[in-house]
């Protein structure tokens, strides 16, 4: 079936460091490819998303690129905040209008 | 954007109770609607497709008769923790896929979630 594997953390960074998050994944087809962020105490919310081989989402500085030939879908940010000390969630969706396939998550905290 | 409500956000009860949980769509449609359950340091796990006007799918392993979930009309689905257990103890969380097409189709938004502890 259709799997997501993402880097466990936790990792460790200090403010203005680069970020990768690694991400790859295992689908039949042709999923849509997703990052949720999830802040202490609180839900997931939407970071970017990409539906197609090649395109790039992008949001609050971070950018995920869907590639296809490496079946990938890693996490960059230039330069990392404080704020973005949070937990990473890299997801696939199948097919139109079914559940998110969730990896297990990094942690993220960064150190000014 | 698409804002998804849960109430309450915090619960906390006595074995043998029941608690309902509600997953709201605040400002689209949503005909499906998921609910998944967050152990700590853990990976979201889906334990129902909720669809509107029609009963809900269940995951390998989660008892319908237990948790039970009503999606009344296209804009709330509720959860029912039925006898609940402190294993039953933990962070569930709703999601809801926007109805339609266009670019915002095909993506889920999350509720805040609901922190459920059973004494």
Request: charged fraction near 20%.
């Amino acid at each position: 079936g259709d799997s997501v594997t993402q880097m466990e953390g936790p990792v460790t960074l200090s403010e203005e460091a680069f970020l990768t998050i690694n991400c790859t994944y295992t689908a039949t087809g042709y999923p849509s490819l997703f990052w949720y962020v999830q802040y202490p105490g609180e839900g997931l919310q939407l970071l970017l998303k990409a539906t197609k081989a090649d395109d790039k989402g992008s949001n609050k500085g971070f950018e995920a690129t869907y590639r296809k030939e490496t079946t990938s879908f890693h996490l960059e940010k230039g330069s990392v905040q404080v704020s973005d000390s949070a937990v990473y969630f890299c997801a696939l969706s199948g097919q139109a209008g079914t559940a998110l396939i969730f990896g297990k998550g990094t942690t993220l905290s960064v150190s000014s | 954007g698409a804002v998804v409500s849960q109430h309450p956000s915090r619960v906390i009860c006595k074995s043998g109770t029941s608690v309902k949980i509600e997953c709201r769509s605040l400002d689209f449609q949503a005909t499906t609607m998921f609910w998944y359950r967050q152990f700590p340091k853990k990976s979201l796990m889906l334990m129902a497709t909720s669809n509107e006007g029609s009963k809900a799918t269940y995951e390998q392993g989660v008892e319908k008769d237990k948790f039970l979930i009503n999606h009344a009309s296209l804009t709330l689905s509720t959860l029912t923790v039925t006898s609940a257990h402190p294993e039953d103890s933990s962070f569930y969380i709703c999601s809801a896929r926007v109805l339609g097409q266009g670019k915002g189709a095909d993506t889920q938004y999350f509720g805040p979630g609901t922190r459920l502890t059973v004494l």
